[in-house]
């Protein structure tokens, strides 16, 4: 299919493991997104990719949370040691041509990644 | 200050009606867009409809138009001839400035249509 793709979608760890979270974007885009939703809450803004430069990450929890797109498209958002507060959906999004300043510049979201903490 | 503000957690409609979600903005930028999105059981994030803060008229896509009130900080989606497919819940988003990077999102609006 040619939208944003996550996997997995769904993910049960045990507190204190580390996890991976993968994003596939829509092919050429160059802005990339992620988010985290808490159950019954909005999506919050966790960090931002333009091609593999990681221009904002205030969004971050903690430092146990870290994100990488070493080539400018994949992108994995890892949690380590994760605490039952990291349960949530991870939404990833892109949208493209990035900060050109074109005024809509909608993001397209993939279906997320459910993960859950026990 | 919350930057998006949805004060409806559940609306129901019924089928073939018109309904309005609410949504008020908080931002002291003169250049932002807001944005509406649906998100069904699913999870995905379904775009809907945008409006730049200097659009002239009112955005409308199909059956989804954008009441926006620039002095009252509002951008209200109407959905009309609600249909069954259109119980999810709704979110109102903002990104501030044209290059903004991060969208900021209300807690969002259940909508049920009820048949």
């Known amino acids: 299919g040619a939208g944003v793709s996550q996997s997995p979608r769904y993910k049960v760890a045990k507190r204190g493991q580390d996890v991976a979270l993968r994003c596939d974007p829509i092919s050429g885009h160059v802005s990339l997104f992620w988010y985290q939703q808490a159950l019954g809450q909005g999506p919050e803004f966790l960090t931002y990719?333009?091609?593999?430069?990681?221009?904002?990450k205030s969004g971050l929890p903690s430092d146990r949370f870290f994100a990488e797109r070493p080539e400018g498209s994949v992108s994995t958002l890892k949690i380590q040691r994760t605490q039952q507060e990291d349960s949530a959906v991870y939404l990833c999004a892109s949208s493209y041509p990035g900060t050109s300043g074109r005024p809509r510049n909608e993001q397209f979201f993939g279906p997320g990644t459910r993960l859950t903490v026990l | 200050a919350q930057k998006i503000t949805q004060t409806q957690p559940g609306m129901f409609v019924q089928e073939k009606e018109a309904v309005t979600l609410d949504c008020t903005y908080d931002t002291s930028d003169p250049s932002y867009g807001l944005f509406w999105y649906k998100q069904p059981s699913s999870g995905e994030m379904i775009f809907l409809i945008y409006q730049g803060s200097y659009d002239q008229q009112n955005a409308t896509e199909g059956r989804y138009s954008l009441n926006f009130q620039k002095a009252r900080k509002s951008a209200n989606l109407v959905i009309s001839a609600s249909q069954l497919g259109d119980s999810a819940m709704y979110f109102c988003?903002?990104?501030?400035?044209?290059?903004?990077?991060?969208?900021?999102f209300g807690t969002g609006t259940s909508l049920t249509v009820i048949p």
């Open positions: 988003a903002m990104r501030e400035g044209f290059s903004g990077n991060q969208f900021y």
């Open positions: 990719f333009q091609n593999e430069a990681q221009l904002d």
